[in-house]
């Protein structure tokens, strides 16, 4: 009973010392949440019921240790969620005096400022931020820059402005960390947003840096009048004085404070911890909700002292919403109208198309040190290729030969389908995260950009193929005509980048495209490969290898570059026309005693087959190729959802897509076991 007494008396003490102002501020305009949780696919709360609000023009922080889910409640109140493995349920709208009434909050009304930066490295900031505003807003030529010029000299980037971005990590002759940031910031502030919503906005930056991408965000939040929420892992004192209001987690999802930031100092000292003055309150906070998992009877106190504290923020934020309920009650549909003006894309098909082509083709042809590496690397393993099957050289084309023209054929069709996917892979992997921003935006759809992107880089990736079939030819006795070796081997490159923008599209990352490419493509060169030792026709083939051989570019690749090299061949030793001489032929089984290029068809299995044929069916890969792309990005594109009613019933068209996008992974997966098994 005392400790009962004790409790509420620090209840109502506590509400004394902040109720006035928590009343007055309720009570504005802005950003508000109620009963929002997150939990999985299997009901584990990640994010406990939560109710709260952030007034237009302040700027509020969530804080916590690591696991308390600070990410989770951002990405919930921004509505980018991804549904697939989470449940999110609740309230997200704002509201106004001004006759707009309450809104439901979609995740195009939010800027959403990430933890690492990413961007087109090859631009510059004054490039990045025209295509920005060129398709996301109806202005005119001289509107548009005047946006921009205005833009860049808040944020302190008018010096930078067409110096190239660069990567992350690379700072000679490129931008910042800081400079990184502020232009993230300038790109999320062209949205016109409603909210903005940044997660470790101070993340890899030095103090200085942290302080001015800070007081940038905060600035131009206070100038738009709109509300301004980040999760800061230890935010620094310069920083936490900045801050108008709080939000402090547990872990598990727990909310333990939620309110203003000068009086929390307070409501913690009626409860009984009171912040130590050589000790900053972020920080005291911090540890308040932090427990100590390597001391079993510690964490069984700091447990404790979470619920207590927990419980305690439950009570008082559950009487004071009782006094203002009006303003807690949940929009109806007719009332939570959603922005529709952002909905439609601002720039017709063709425009949008040739604005991401021009910048895509930037992007290429800027990269002068990786296109010189490029072309050398096609002329440095021609050459190597020449060396290593001596056997080719010019007016060699005896049947002595045979084996070694086979593998330089089969060696050049793998390097040169590794190359154009691996580098497919690594670009598209780097710009996925881009491109979803700029799709939740409504800049532009997945075919824009898959259309623009193939039509700037496959171009290119073909004409560095063509410059090793051209040296190929030069170094080797090759007989094939150099139009129809320069054509397999283009449209080879075309096809293995095709794969790998289709493998890319599936993918979330870099890291994630090359795991899901590499098995991929050792799967169909081991079946692509022609088995030098001949094919016994009659042999039955495992239905699943004769469907991996119809999808493979190797396979038909070097069907095609065999066909031109032998068809109608007649073999020569030492220019003349040959004798039976036996220290002239192959040996090999399947190509022992050929007289002729047609035997060696023959005995390869290709007697049935023509060059055209070949080439056609790598066009035919890429075409599906790029549908499987266009598909995989359509169905892994940025999830839009809007509040206003609970979205648990798992079966919108992002639940759906997301399980489509499972199950291409999953089938992937399954192949490269299928393979190892086989192997």
């Known amino acids: 009973m005392i400790i009962l007494f004790l409790y509420i008396v620090i209840s109502i003490l506590s509400l004394a010392a902040i109720g006035e102002s928590s009343k007055d501020d309720y009570d504005s ?37 690591s696991g308390a889910g600070k990410s989770t409640l951002l990405t919930a109140l921004s509505g980018t969620t991804p549904k697939g493995s989470k449940r999110v349920s609740g309230n997200v709208w704002l509201t106004s005096k001004k006759g707009t009434g309450s809104m439901a909050v979609s995740a195009r009304d939010v800027a959403l400022l990430r933890q690492h930066d990413t961007f087109f490295s090859m631009l510059t900031p004054r490039e990045t931020m025209n295509l920005a505003t060129f398709l996301q807003l109806d202005l005119n030529k001289i509107e548009q820059e005047k946006l921009v010029d205005t833009t860049l ?27 990184r940031r502020r232009l993230s910031i300038a790109l999320e502030l062209v949205s016109n947003p409603k909210v903005f919503i940044a997660d470790e906005p101070t993340t890899g930056l030095d103090s200085a840096q942290a302080q001015k991408s800070f007081l940038a965000i905060v600035r131009a939040a206070r100038e738009r009048n709109i509300p301004f929420i980040c999760s800061l892992h230890q935010p620094r004192a310069s920083i936490w004085k900045e801050l108008d209001y709080f939000i402090l987690m547990a872990p598990g999802g727990r909310i333990v404070y939620q309110g203003d930031r000068e009086h929390s100092v307070v409501y913690f000292a009626n409860l009984g911890y009171k912040c130590p003055k ?65 909905d439609h894309y601002h720039r017709r098909f063709p425009v949008r198309v040739y604005a991401l082509f021009i910048r895509s083709l930037r992007q290429n042809l800027r990269d002068v040190r990786v296109n ?17 099957f001596s056997g080719t050289k010019k007016g060699t084309s005896n049947a002595k030969s045979v084996a070694d023209r086979t593998a330089l054929l089969s060696y050049g069709v793998i390097n040169m389908t590794m190359m ?15 491109v979803l921003r700029e799709r939740m935006r409504k800049h ?83 079946v692509g490969v022609i088995n030098p030792s001949g094919v016994d026709e009659s ?30 061949m007649s073999f020569e030793h030492n220019g003349k026309k040959p004798r039976w001489n036996l220290r002239d032929l192959p040996r090999m089984g399947g190509l022992a005693l050929v007289r002729n290029g047609d035997d060696v068809l023959k005995a390869l299995g290709l ?36 509040h206003g009613t609970e979205n648990d019933d798992g079966t919108d068209e992002d639940a759906v897509a997301m399980c489509a996008t499972s199950v291409i992974r999953s089938s992937a997966n399954k192949l490269n076991i299928s393979f190892i098994k086989l192997w």
């Open 29 to 65: 305009d802005g950003l508000r949440w109620k009963d929002l949780t997150v939990s999985t696919r299997k009901n584990k709360i990640l994010l406990h019921k939560s109710t709260g609000f952030i007034p237009n023009g302040k700027t509020a922080a969530i804080i916590g240790p």
């Open 153 to 179: 000299d808040k944020l302190g980037l008018r010096h930078v402005e067409h110096m190239s971005i660069g990567n992350e990590g690379h700072h000679h002759g490129c931008l910042s960390g800081g400079e």
């Open 278 to 342: 050589e000790t900053t309150p972020a920080e005291y906070f911090i540890d308040l909700v932090t427990v100590d998992s390597e001391d079993e009877e510690q964490a069984k106190i700091d447990n404790e002292r979470i619920q207590f504290l927990t419980s305690a923020f439950h009570d008082y934020q559950k009487t004071a919403l009782k006094k203002m309920d009006q303003k807690w009650v949940k929009p109806l549909s007719a009332l939570a109208v959603r922005d529709r003006s952002r």
């Open 372 to 388: 010189v590496l490029r072309t050398f690397a096609s002329i440095g393993l021609a050459r190597l290729f020449s060396e290593l």
């Open 420 to 434: 154009a996917m691996m580098k497919t892979l690594n670009l598209f992997g780097r710009e996925k995260e881009v």
């Open 444 to 526: 532009y759809s997945s075919l824009d950009y898959l259309l623009s992107k193939s039509l700037a880089e496959l171009p290119l990736d073909m004409f560095f193929s063509g410059v090793f079939a051209f040296a190929l030819k030069q170094f080797t006795g090759l007989v094939t005509p150099l139009g129809q070796l320069v054509k397999a081997f283009s449209v080879l490159t075309l096809s293995a980048a095709s794969l790998g923008f289709a493998v890319g599209s599936i993918s979330s990352n870099v890291e994630e495209a090359v795991s899901l490419g590499l098995p991929i493509m050792t799967v169909l060169m081991a």
């Open 539 to 568: 042999a039955r083939k495992p239905l699943v290898i004769k469907l991996l051989k119809m999808f493979s570019p190797v396979s038909a690749a070097i069907e095609a570059l065999c066909i031109a090299e032998y068809k109608g």
């Open 607 to 642: 007697s049935g087959k023509s060059y055209h044929q070949c080439i056609n069916e790598l066009g035919v890969m890429s075409f599906l190729s790029l549908a499987v792309s266009w598909i995989g990005l359509s169905i892994t594109g940025p999830s839009s959802s809007e």
